[in-house]
């Protein structure tokens, strides 16, 4: 998780540098913000798993559904105070939310073909 988290803050790196140089502070703060969104929901997301792992069946369904809901919840509450407040960019926190996809699509890519070409 860890090693995938990290993958995710060097790509946000990247990417915030070039939304600071085209939009400036308030395209990077709407960024940034859906970013630390998508890693919160990713950390989520991993302590789900690892919980319903580790208990009964029918206890990990209750489980699922109130992680499941905490997390979509907490991303409906901040894109609808975006919208309603207008101090951020909505479709910036979007492409926050979609960083650590990003970033786990191209990580598994790039050690998909490393190890082809060393094989």
Known sequence: MLKRLGAGFITAAVISLFVYAFLGMYGLKSYFIGFLLSALNFILLSLELNTILEIRPKRSRVYHLIFFLIRYI??????????????????????????????????????????????
Do not use: C, E, P
């Open 74 to 119: 907490l991303i409906g509450y901040v894109i609808v105070q975006a919208v309603k407040n207008d101090n951020a960019n909505v479709f910036l926190i979007f492409g926050g939310l979609i960083t650590m996809n990003f970033s786990i699509v191209i990580n598994a890519s790039l050690n998909h073909f490393i190890r082809r070409k060393v094989s």
